[in-house]
C-alpha cells in the first residue's frame, strides 16, 4: 500500500469491514480490507486484525460516515 492511503477502520471481524466497505462503495468511495488475521488462529485472535483503507483525499468524508453510521 503506497503513501496515498490512510487506514480508517480496525476491528477484529471481518464482517464488520466488509460492512464499513459496503457502506463506503455506496457512497463511491473506493477502500481496501487489509486482513492481517490468521486464519488458523481465528477463534482465538481478538486483535484488531482487520484494516479499512481508503485514498487520503477521502479520509475527513469517511471519517464522518464512519460517525454517522455509528460503526
Known amino acids: 500500500m503506497d503513501n496515498n492511503w490512510s487506514q480508517v477502520y480496525?476491528?477484529?471481524?471481518?464482517?464488520?469491514?466488509e460492512i464499513v466497505k459496503s457502506i463506503l462503495l455506496d457512497k463511491g468511495i473506493e477502500?481496501?480490507?487489509?486482513?492481517?488475521?490468521s486464519s488458523t488462529h481465528l477463534?482465538?485472535?481478538?486483535?484488531?486484525?482487520?484494516?479499512?483503507?481508503?485514498k487520503n483525499i477521502n479520509v475527513i468524508k469517511v471519517k464522518f460516515i464512519i460517525t454517522k453510521y455509528d460503526l
Open 10 to 17: 480496525e476491528t477484529s471481524l471481518l464482517h464488520k469491514a
Open 31 to 37: 477502500s481496501v480490507i487489509l486482513n492481517k488475521q
Open 43 to 54: 477463534s482465538l485472535n481478538l486483535d484488531n486484525d482487520v484494516q479499512v483503507y481508503v
